[in-house]
């Protein structure tokens, strides 16, 4: 497909052309303004997570302009937290798209694209701790064992909503920042993290805090899948993107980009060596695909 591509000073703002547009001399059919896409701010970030996603979303819109023809990506003028973000994506003028980990009140809120991005790979989580406390972890063989020492988590996370259900101690803090201070000053023990958060956020502060490491003995497993949420009354813009990503799937281009993007983190991480904590994550609503296997990323098979 040819593509015609445009990049703003302001944020990313990619304008993809179905070949009809590329070619003047060809017949041209009936005009439609292409589809417009506000990604929220965050996706201008330089982690693996959002560089993943954005090349997923890109994937699945190209996928789809056969089919639905050209679109308009672009990022939001301002980053925001998750609360400010939900309001903003339910009025739907800063901002229409966000690949958020589900809550029930984003999927009650917006309309979720219930294809788990990264593969429920979020749902892995390894914990930032005080290196010098690693013997504490290592002897840890039990989920109830773990649920005794006090954990940080953000207040709007689902994440931390998943962990309170299950009886951890359970710590909250309003931003990430906010809680790795927390963690440098002993107000809870350890913090999960997404794979890649975990990677990042351990370079990003351990200016601030040398002891800060990777724990290295086990991982947390929920069901804690990301999707894409658009906001609501914008119907074709779901139906394009649910669309685009089952195009994925269906030829193979979902699960190599997925392997390309996540393989060489999943093995620094040493995932396959890890003992795995199991938690069901009671906050998921009755619509989450659980059973439809090829969804989801399993480590250990």
Not at 162 to 182: D, I
């Amino acid at each position: 497909m040819n593509k015609a591509r445009r990049t703003f000073a302001a944020g990313l703002c990619v304008l993809a052309l179905p070949p009809w547009q590329a070619h003047a001399q060809e017949p041209v059919p009936h005009y439609r303004a292409p589809d417009l896409y506000t990604l929220d701010f965050n996706f201008s970030r330089i982690d693996t997570r959002d560089r993943y996603t954005l090349h997923l979303l890109t994937a699945a819109l190209d996928a789809s302009s056969a089919r639905f023809g050209p679109y308009l990506l672009r990022t939001a003028a301002l980053g925001m937290e998750r609360d400010r973000l939900l309001r903003e994506m339910i009025n739907g003028q800063l901002v229409n798209l966000s690949a958020q980990i589900s809550s029930l009140e984003w999927e009650r809120e917006l309309v979720p694209v219930r294809i788990p991005v990264d593969k429920g790979l979020a749902g892995y989580r390894i914990s930032l701790i005080d290196g010098r406390r690693q013997a504490q972890f290592s002897a840890i063989h039990t989920l109830e064992q773990l649920k005794s020492i006090p954990l940080g988590a953000g207040r709007q996370w689902s994440s931390a909503a998943a962990f309170q259900r299950a009886g951890f101690r359970v710590v909250v803090g309003n931003t990430t920042a906010g809680l790795h201070s927390m963690l440098a000053a002993d107000r809870f023990t350890h913090f999960p993290r997404g794979i890649e958060e975990a990677i990042y956020e351990r370079e990003q502060y351990m200016h601030a805090f040398p002891h800060l490491a990777l724990e290295e003995s086990f991982v947390i497993h929920m069901p804690l899948p990301r999707y894409f949420f658009v906001a609501p009354g914008q119907a074709r813009l779901v139906e394009r993107l649910e669309y685009g990503l089952r195009a994925l799937l269906a030829d193979g281009r979902f699960e190599r980009l997925f392997h390309d993007f996540y393989d060489a983190m999943i093995e620094q991480i040493r995932l396959r060596q890890r003992r795995v904590f199991r938690m069901d994550n009671p906050t998921l609503p009755p619509q989450t695909p659980l059973d439809h296997k090829t969804y989801w990323y399993d480590p250990l098979k």
